[in-house]
């Protein structure tokens, strides 16, 4: 079964700095999503990125970047410039891909909160 | 576009009553998920629905909660009855088809917070 696992529970960072929030994972199936949502307080949870696997070329959207290890089954969230909206529970989620739908599951990890501080 | 739509935001009942949350999904959406979310934790999937087939309930307390998509569009959760324990936020999802390639994405309603007392 897959799993994901997030170490840090609770993170800071100066605004306008850089903060990387680590995600492992483990499964075995060769293809698959990763994700990052952004939950703000008492809000929505938001997709922030997105990883499929079979994509080599880490994904990039504005000041939010991935550094995605395969082999490693490693996933962690670069925020950069951060900002005080950036405030928030992140949590790192793992998708079958749909052509593996033997057991479709989207797994999520435990969460870490990111304080912004001014 | 509009998101997914859930209600009621916010329920505070007593234990041993009965609950129920109501969900629309994004239209064309074929898959709705429910889940669980205690305070601090992350979602834990209750019910899976593919159309209005049950893809997965493996993690639903079926001696206590029931979840129905009898059209195949929107959706309810019923607790009946609700332990101290099930004070959680209930988050509705929706995405694509799992069998759509570009499928991937759940979108999330802003969720229903429950309070036993």
């Known amino acids: 079964a897959q799993t994901v696992t997030q170490s840090q529970p609770e993170m800071s960072v100066q605004e306008a700095e850089t903060v990387t929030l680590s995600c492992t994972y483990d499964?075995?199936?060769?293809?698959?999503?990763l994700f990052w949502y952004k939950q703000p307080p008492s809000r929505q949870m938001i997709l922030v990125i997105r990883?499929?696997?079979?994509?080599?070329q880490n994904a990039t959207e504005n000041r939010f970047s991935v550094n995605f290890q395969k082999a490693a089954k490693s996933f962690s969230l670069k925020i950069s410039d951060s900002q005080l909206g950036d405030a928030a529970m992140y949590f790192c989620?793992?998708?079958?891909?749909?052509?593996?739908?033997?057991?479709?599951?989207?797994?999520f990890g435990k969460g870490t909160r990111l304080h912004i501080l001014p | 576009e509009a998101g997914v739509a859930q209600s009621p935001r916010y329920k505070i009942i007593e234990k041993r009553q009965s609950v129920a949350f109501w969900c629309n999904p994004i239209?064309?959406?074929?898959?709705l998920y429910w889940y669980q979310q205690i305070l601090g934790q992350g979602p834990k999937l209750l019910i899976q629905?593919?159309?209005?087939?049950?893809?997965?309930d493996s993690q639903l307390p079926k001696d206590r909660f029931s979840a129905e998509r009898l059209k195949g569009v929107d959706s309810t959760l019923k607790i009946q009855p609700a332990k101290l324990e099930d004070s959680a936020v209930y988050l509705c999802?929706?995405?694509?088809?799992?069998?759509?390639?570009?499928?991937?994405?759940?979108?999330f309603g802003e969720g229903s917070r429950l309070t036993v007392l």
């Open positions: 999802a929706s995405s694509l088809s799992t069998n759509d390639w570009t499928a991937g994405e759940l979108f």
């Open positions: 499964t075995s199936e060769s293809d698959y999503y």
């Open positions: 990883q499929e696997a079979y994509k080599q």
């Open positions: 989620a793992y998708r079958s891909h749909p052509s593996f739908n033997r057991d479709d599951k989207i797994i």
């Open positions: 239209s064309g959406h074929a898959t």
């Open positions: 629905f593919q159309n209005n087939g049950v893809v997965d």
